[in-house]
């Protein structure tokens, strides 16, 4: 593995760590569904995840509202996406909490990915608004 995070770093992929939360209302269901998530996010096109770090499920009191008991759990994973796509889509299916960019320290991106990401993120916000969460307003004269 050593071997190909060097080749990931010298080709230029995108070097991130994720912090992602799951939250369930009993202690298996939130191990069991993180566990998942995390080797879907392992089989993402482009990416390579070459760390993760499981914390502890904890009891949480009144997570949510009309929830009086739940369990969360974090895992930190450190991986590469071969290209700002990459990157950006695996933020949007896999949602982390939290994300640090670790490298490099500049990228370039080409017209091609720009256009492909753009039009990931206008999907995401018609998908939204398909489901009634928003969308653009759109008024006359204005």
């Not at 209302?25 to 939130?30: A, L, M, R």
């Not at 929830?67 to 759990?73: A, D, N």
């Not at 256009?115 to 753009?118: K, R, T």
């Not at 759109?138 to 204005?142: A, L, R």
């Given at each position: 593995m ?13 070097e ?7 939250l ?7 191990e069991?569904?993180?566990k ?12 390579l ?6 914390s ?5 009191e ?17 991986l ?11 933020v ?5 909490s939290?994300?640090e ?7 370039e ?5 720009l256009?492909?990401?753009?039009n ?5 916000l018609?998908q939204?608004a398909a489901q009634?969460a928003g969308?653009?307003v ?5």
């Open positions: 050593d071997e190909e995070i060097k080749k990931k770093r010298k080709d230029g992929w995108i991130a760590w994720f912090a992602i939360e799951a369930a209302i009993d202690k298996e269901t939130t069991a569904a993180l998942n998530h995390v080797e879907k996010l392992s089989n993402a096109k482009d990416t995840v070459y760390e993760t770090k499981f502890e499920a904890t009891r949480v009144n997570p949510l509202p009309n929830v009086k008991e739940g369990y969360s759990q974090i895992v930190e994973v450190k590469f996406a071969k290209n700002i796509y990459a990157m950006i889509n695996v949007v299916l896999y949602g982390p939290s994300i960019i670790l490298g490099p320290a500049t990228k991106a080409k017209l091609d990915e256009q492909s990401l753009c990931l993120l206008s999907g995401l018609h939204f009634g969308g653009i759109i008024s006359p004269g204005k």
